[in-house]
C-alpha cells in the first residue's frame, strides 16, 4: 500500500469521526449562550458555549467549541443544553444552520483538517421517540486530500427540565483499511437567523445557565464539561387569558370548558401560573374527586403553538393524589413526557377552584389551550346561569416579575327552563301545558355526615299529574341499596315501588299524583368525606340536583341549585 493510499484513507477515516462529532456539537450550539465558567475533565479538555451577545430571549449568533485529550477519541457523547437554550425548528429540512471546522489526527501522526456544515434533516433511523429533528453534517476535508463525509444526528428533550439533550451514540475510530483515528477539535458558529426567521434562543432566566457535555473514550475513559454564562437585559413579559367559554351538556350538570391563554411571540418564558376558577360559573364537580388516584386520572387535554415548533404540541391535562392533597399534571408525549405539575388547596374544591403551577420549563408559546371536556366525570360543573370571570397570575422566568389577569367566563348551552318552570322574561304563562316544578327542597346533616333529602314535586299548569320521577343526588351524595327500603317514603301519593341503577333513583307511584314529595332519612344516603369538611366550614356555596319527572305521555327534566343546606 502506498503512502499516499494510507494517508488518503487516514484522511478520510478523520472525516468520519469529525463529521460525526460534529453533528453532536452542532446541537449544543443550536441553543448556546455566553460563557461564565469553562470546565472540562478526563477525556474532554475544554468545552464552550459562546453568543455574541446575552440579551435574555434573543436570537445571536453562536459560537461553539469541544476539545478532546491527546491520543483520545470518544466512542459515544451526549450534549445536555442550558434550560432555555433552544432553537427554531420551523424553516424545514435542508436548511443550513451552521458552519465550522474540524480537527483530527490520523495514525497518530497525521494531521488533517476540513469544514463542516450542518442542514435540518429527517430524523434518522434508530432515534429515540422522543426525537424532535434530524440533521446532517457535511465535512469537506481538503488536506491531504479532498473527500467529503455526511452524518445523520438527531436531537431530543428531557423530560425532567425541558431542555434539548444530544446523544451520538456511537463513533467510529478508525478510518478506512482500519488506520487508527483521534478526533481534537470541533469549532462551530449557529446562524442566529436563517432565512430572515430567528433560528437560536437564548434562555429568558435571570440565573446562570449550564450546558453539559459528556463522552465515553474507546479507552474507558470518561470525559465531561461544562460551561456558563449569565442572560441579561430585561424581555418583556405579558402574557393574557384571552378567553374562557364552556358549554353546558343536556341531561348532564357538567359542562365542556375551555380555557386559551396566549402571548407574543419571543417574549420571556413562563415559570408558573395561578388560575383560580369562578364557582359561581362553574364550581368543581364533587361527584368526580373521589376519582383521584395516586397514578392520575386525565380529565383533559392540552394545546400549545410555540414559534420553535412547525405544528401544534398535544398534551394531556391529569389530575392525581389524594382529596387532601390533589395535584394537577400537564404532559407532552411527543417532548419525551416533558411535563409540570400544579397544586390544588383541597379548600378550593368545594369553593373557587385553583390550580398553582410551578417549575415550568423555559420554553416560549403564543398559545395555551387546556380543554376539560364535560359528561358524568367532567371536572366542572355549569352552574346555569350564573357568571363570574377567569383569574390568573403568570409569573416571569425573569426576576419572576407577576403579571395579572382576568376574562369572564362564557357559559353557554344553558337550558331555558328554572325551577320554578317559568321562561326566562316571560311576564304569562305559557299557553301550552307547563313543565313539572320542584319546591321545598330540604338537605340537611350533611356537617353530621348523615345527610337527609326531601323535595316536593308539583304538578305543571294544565298538565298531566305525576306518575313517576327519577332522581339524581348532588355529585358527592350516593344511594345506600340496602337502606331505601325503610328510609325511602312518599307523602301525598301512594308508592308502587322504586329502582336503582346507578346513581339514578326511579320512583313510580300507584297512580298519579300532583304533589308527591319524596323524604330519605339519614342512613340511605352515602356522604363523602370532602362534602362533609365543606359543608361544616361553609366553604361550598350550592349543590346541583336533576330530577325527571313523567306526567302522562311526557316527561321534563328539572335541574336545580340547592342554596340552602347544612
Known amino acids: 500500500m502506498s503512502e499516499l493510499n494510507q494517508r488518503s484513507r487516514a484522511v478520510r477515516a478523520l472525516a468520519m469521526a469529525s463529521v460525526t462529532l460534529a453533528a453532536l456539537l452542532a446541537f449544543g450550539l443550536s441553543s448556546a449562550a455566553p460563557a461564565l465558567a469553562n470546565q472540562a475533565s478526563g477525556g474532554i479538555t475544554s468545552f464552550n458555549i459562546t453568543p455574541v451577545s446575552t440579551d435574555a430571549g434573543s436570537h445571536p449568533d453562536i459560537n461553539f467549541g469541544i476539545g478532546f485529550k491527546s491520543g483520545e477519541t470518544p466512542k459515544s457523547m451526549s450534549v445536555d443544553l442550558a434550560p432555555g437554550l433552544w432553537a427554531s425548528l420551523t424553516s424545514g429540512g435542508g436548511q443550513q444552520v451552521a458552519t465550522g471546522t474540524v480537527s483530527a489526527t490520523a495514525a497518530g501522526v497525521l494531521p488533517v483538517t476540513g469544514n463542516a456544515t450542518m442542514t435540518l434533516d429527517s430524523i434518522p433511523p434508530g432515534a429515540s421517540d422522543s426525537a424532535l429533528t434530524g440533521m446532517t453534517i457535511l465535512v469537506k476535508i481538503s488536506s491531504p486530500v479532498q473527500t467529503t463525509i455526511a452524518v445523520k444526528g438527531y436531537w431530543d428533550v428531557d423530560a425532567d427540565n425541558g431542555t434539548l439533550r444530544l446523544v451520538v451514540p456511537s463513533l467510529p475510530n478508525t478510518a478506512l483499511g482500519g488506520v487508527p483515528i483521534t478526533l481534537n477539535s470541533i469549532n462551530l458558529k449557529f446562524a442566529g437567523s436563517v432565512n430572515g426567521q430567528p433560528f437560536t434562543r437564548l434562555p429568558t432566566s435571570d440565573q446562570p445557565a449550564t450546558s453539559t457535555a459528556s463522552a465515553t473514550m474507546y479507552t474507558g475513559d470518561s470525559g465531561s464539561g461544562n460551561d456558563s454564562f449569565t442572560p441579561t437585559g430585561s424581555p418583556p413579559f405579558s402574557p393574557s387569558i384571552a378567553s374562557t367559554s364552556a358549554k353546558a351538556i343536556n341531561n348532564v350538570p357538567n359542562a365542556d370548558v375551555n380555557v386559551d391563554v396566549k ?304
Not at 401544534?312 to 407532552?332: C, E, H, N
Not at 367566563?409 to 307547563?434: M, Q, R
Not at 350516593?478 to 301512594?494: H, I, M, N, Y
Open 263 to 566: 402571548q407574543p411571540a419571543w417574549q420571556a418564558g413562563t415559570a408558573g401560573m395561578n388560575l383560580i376558577v369562578p364557582g359561581s360559573a362553574l364550581p368543581v364537580n364533587i361527584g368526580a374527586v373521589p376519582d383521584l388516584t395516586p397514578q392520575g386520572t386525565q380529565v383533559g387535554t392540552v394545546a400549545v403553538q410555540t414559534p420553535l415548533l412547525p405544528y401544534t404540541l398535544q398534551g394531556t391535562f391529569t389530575v392525581s393524589g389524594s382529596l387532601y392533597d390533589p395535584v394537577a399534571t400537564i404532559a407532552f408525549p411527543s417532548l419525551g413526557g416533558l411535563h409540570f405539575s400544579g397544586h390544588i388547596p383541597p379548600h378550593s374544591i368545594a369553593s373557587n377552584a385553583e390550580i398553582d403551577f410551578t417549575g415550568i420549563p423555559d420554553f416560549p408559546f403564543t398559545d395555551f389551550s387546556v380543554t376539560l371536556p364535560g359528561g358524568s366525570r367532567g371536572m366542572l360543573n355549569a352552574n346555569c346561569p350564573g357568571s363570574g370571570s377567569m383569574t390568573g397570575t403568570f409569573i416571569s422566568q425573569w426576576q419572576s416579575r407577576q403579571v395579572p389577569a382576568s376574562t369572564p367566563v362564557s357559559l353557554t348551552g344553558c337550558p331555558p327552563n328554572t325551577a320554578t318552570g317559568s321562561e326566562p322574561g316571560a311576564s304569562k304563562p305559557a299557553a301550552k301545558p307547563g313543565k313539572p316544578t320542584l319546591t321545598k327542597v330540604d338537605l340537611r346533616g350533611l356537617a353530621k355526615r348523615r345527610a337527609q333529602l326531601g323535595f316536593t314535586l308539583n304538578q305543571g299548569r294544565q298538565a298531566p299529574k305525576i306518575s313517576s320521577f327519577t332522581v339524581e343526588p348532588p355529585g358527592a351524595l350516593s344511594w345506600k341499596r340496602a337502606a331505601l327500603k325503610q328510609d325511602l317514603s312518599v307523602a301525598g301519593a301512594k308508592l308502587k315501588g322504586y329502582k336503582l341503577s346507578g346513581r339514578k333513583l326511579t320512583v313510580t307511584l300507584k297512580s298519579a299524583a300532583s304533589h308527591p314529595r319524596l323524604r330519605v332519612k339519614a342512613g340511605a344516603l352515602s356522604e363523602w368525606r370532602i362534602l362533609q369538611i365543606a359543608a361544616k366550614q361553609k366553604i361550598i356555596t350550592s349543590l346541583n340536583m336533576n330530577v325527571d319527572a313523567k306526567a302522562g305521555k311526557t316527561s321534563a327534566q328539572i335541574r336545580t341549585r340547592i342554596k340552602r343546606f347544612n
